[in-house]
């Protein structure tokens, strides 16, 4: 198993920059989605998302 990994992502230096900005990128992805849940639920109802329909009629 650890020489088929080494093969695929580690071997040739594209390969590995490949895999370092693949991982970079989901990385920010799972990072910034769990810092606006995380910001969502600190400060419900203070947000125009939460407060809109009181200022807004449709």
Do not use: P
């Not at 989901?26 to 910034?32: H, Q």
């Amino acid at each position: 198993m650890q020489k088929l990994v080494y093969n695929v992502f580690f071997r040739r230096s594209s390969s590995y920059l490949a895999t370092i900005f693949a991982t970079a990128f989901v990385a920010e992805i799972a990072i910034d989605g769990f810092s606006d849940r995380l910001w969502d639920a600190a400060n419900r109802g203070r947000q125009w998302k939460d407060i809109r329909e009181k200022y807004i009629s449709n």
